[in-house]
């Protein structure tokens, strides 16, 4: 696959050295402090006077011969500006303030757009063609000035070849490197951050990603620039995988999508700028630039908790039944969900019968209508997991059968490929979903660039180190794992991260356990990730078991939203700690996370509508730095100016509801 890229880039750089119309073109953001310069195929960017993106080369190579990138004549430019509120119902915020001004660059037989927001600028080809066609590969270039520091997340495979790095789960943690340092034999999914000297940080991502593989990086020379590569479309999969439930690509296309549709439109690069780090961890981009939903009716779609079975393996105690993958089980969970006004229960892997890929044979000891119906008795609706290939061999059917039974989603899991092919999957997921009002969580994914705001019943993507990872780890990167993530990996959309453990350890007391997990970290931090992170649909990761014992944390975690009216990123460095806040209606919700270092830390409550509210607050014990679950639950009442002083342990948490008085 190096070779293949290497004769590629070989063969794109050639062009570039042919004639081409010379004339600089440049767009400036509305509020002025971002440029972007186009010249001859190659464009960089200043925002606030530094050059934070070097000239860096953009070229598509089609089917045909024809080239979108050096040699094309440029026929003419249009300008245009946006500005208008962006309504969402199912998001981190209701309104969204989209600005923006454009520039459409039109050749003979592509067009090449280019859009500057006051927080970054992104890019897009745009197809001329008359009739379908194959591209053959893409430059996407992201050159730096200098050998500035970045945040990367190395795709977890271990295989040589670039390509076959792409068959995983697209999670791992970040290695904070120089640009020249990173390995040439590895790549990295997006997004990724690089750090500008004086505080700024780029980050790399993609948005409107359709019916085209997806994009990832890598840097096979040891230099200042950054280089997209894609997987090629498939030619031949067959089933094989985790328990026969994914598709296994064994041939390959001499081409990165084929089929594409006459005037077809590519996705956006998204280079993101911010000032400080706290822009990040409140991004929109990724959701402006994605397409509208349809104007169809979307009330149906109910974001909420659910009470989850896998990290938990099942494991009840107290009740007179064999706790495991059975309807007693399950209707256990079930009164629990009921119990504390959780929404949801589902049914994780193993209802369905091992290796079969086929959701229509179900275990004995599970009888889908009656949990659904038991649920719907209870107000809990049933959500059911789905390996890939069962599903795609008969998409269509599996979601109007269930849907008809009164399940309320799936969670769809073992992708772990974001080719072409894959891509339409996610498409085909979402359509059906919709068609049918099932909600869609797609797990053992790539990153978010934007579906869920096209079809909304897409409530939430893994693509992220999540908890899960504490069944198996054997270090303590989570703990600054988790005040990383919502600086980059976040700004892409929801993440599926599975927080609530009521088993809590500092690192030294942490040993990994499949039926007994634990987290790293105190109580409170568990408590406050519920406002930090972004899930739609967020899951309750321990037993019902555990929970029972410890009320007063499963009342605050069961009353967390899930979606808001307003967030707001008050405070952080990227890796080191976070503060934010979230509006639900006249509520207000405070999390704070730290990484080992412990922590004092000021929040102003200045941005809070005048008056006084009532604050139930949680914060680390006195003994949490030893004893992870020691936490103190208090009530108070604070005013909008106030300054709350808090602490935060190594490892900890703080999170509050505010509800105006």
């Known amino acids: 696959m190096k ?32 440029t972007v310069t186009f010249d001859n195929f190659k464009y960089s960017v200043v925002a606030d006077g530094v050059t934070v993106l070097a000239p860096s080369s953009i070229a598509m190579l089609i089917s045909d011969g024809t080239m979108y990138g050096p ?138 990603l359709f019916d085209y593989p997806g994009l990832n990086i ?29 598709g296994i690509v064994n041939s390959r296309e001499p081409f990165v999508a084929m089929s594409c549709r006459p005037g077809a439109v590519f996705p956006w690069r998204v280079i993101q700028i911010s000032r400080n780090d706290t822009e990040l961890a409140e991004s929109d981009l990724v959701y402006k630039l994605a397409q509208d939903p349809e104007k169809r009716d979307w009330s149906w779609v109910k ?65 889908v209508r009656e949990l659904v119906e038991y649920g719907a008795r209870k107000n809990v609706g049933i959500i059911l997991w789905a390996g890939t290939w069962a599903v795609d061999r008969n998409m269509e059917e599996v979601f109007r059968y269930y849907s008809a039974m009164g399940v309320k989603g799936f969670k769809i899991d073992f992708m772990n490929r974001d ?20 909600m869609v969580d797609f797990h053992g994914a790539y990153k978010p660039t934007g579906l869920h705001r096209t079809f909304p019943n897409v409530v939430n993507f893994e693509g992220v180190h999540g908890l899960e990872h504490m069944k198996w780890a054997t270090d303590d990167a989570q703990i600054e794992y988790d005040v990383t993530v919502p600086y980059i990996r976040m700004l892409a959309g929801p993440m599926d991260y599975t927080q609530g453990a009521m088993h809590n350890v500092s690192k030294e007391n942490y040993s990994p356990s499949n039926s007994e997990p634990m987290s790293l970290g105190t109580r409170c931090r568990q408590l406050a990730e519920y406002v930090i992170f972004d899930a739609p649909l967020t899951m309750l990761c321990d037993s019902p078991s555990n929970y029972m014992r410890e009320p007063e944390c499963t009342e605050y975690i069961a009353g967390v939203p899930t979606v808001w009216n307003e967030t707001m990123a008050l405070d952080g460095k990227i890796g080191k700690y976070i503060v934010m806040a979230r509006r639900s209606g006249n509520d ?49 009442t604070v005013n909008s100016g106030d300054i709350l002083r808090i602490h935060l342990a190594p490892g900890g948490g703080w999170t509050a509801k505010l509800e105006k008085l």
């Open 419 to 438: 080719d072409q092919d894959i891509v339409n999957f996610y498409t085909r997921c979402a359509q059906y979903g919709a068609k049918y009002r099932m």
């Open 588 to 636: 207000w919700y405070i999390g704070a996370l730290t990484d080992w270092t412990p922590r004092e830390l000021e929040i102003d409550l200045s941005f809070l509508p005048k008056g006084s509210y009532k604050a139930v607050i949680f914060k680390d014990g006195k003994n949490a730095a030893k004893a992870a679950r020691d936490y103190v639950r208090e009530s108070t």
């Open 3 to 34: 070779r293949i890229l290497l004769s590629i880039l070989a063969c794109l750089s050639l062009v570039s050295l042919q004639a081409a119309d010379k004339k600089t073109q440049e767009l400036s953001s509305p509020d002025g402090r971002i």
């Open 303 to 367: 974001p909420g908790k659910v009470a989850w079975d896998w990290w938990n393996d099942w494991n009840l105690y107290g009740v007179d039944f064999e706790a495991g993958i059975n309807n007693e089980t399950y209707k256990y969970y079930i009164d629990f969900a009921s119990e504390h006004g959780i929404e949801y229960v589902i049914l994780d892997e193993g209802w369905a019968v091992n290796k079969k890929a086929d959701l229509f044979q179900v275990i004995p000891e599970i009888d």
């Open 71 to 208: 040699g094309a004549k440029l026929q003419k430019t249009n300008y245009r500006s946006g500005d208008r509120v962006i309504k969402a119902d199912v998001y981190k915020r209701s309104r969204i303030h989209d600005r923006y001004n454009e520039m459409e660059l039109v050749y003979k037989d592509f067009s090449l757009i280019f859009r500057a927001y006051d927080e970054g600028v992104a890019y897009r080809f745009v197809s001329g063609s008359k009739k379908g066609f194959n591209v053959v590969t893409e430059k996407a270039h992201f050159t730096f000035p200098d050998n500035w520091m970045a945040y990367v997340p190395y795709l977890n495979s271990k295989k040589k070849n670039l390509e076959e790095q792409l068959f995983c789960s697209f999670e791992n943690v970040y290695s904070h490197i120089n640009i020249k340092d990173w390995d040439s034999s590895r790549g990295a999914f997006l997004p990724l951050v690089v750090e500008v000297p004086g505080g700024m940080k780029v980050a790399i991502t993609e948005a409107d």
């Open 218 to 246: 890598c840097n096979m020379g040891h230099s200042l620039t950054l280089e997209g590569y894609h997987a090629r479309a498939p030619k031949s999969t067959v089933q094989g995988g985790h328990n026969m439930l994914q």
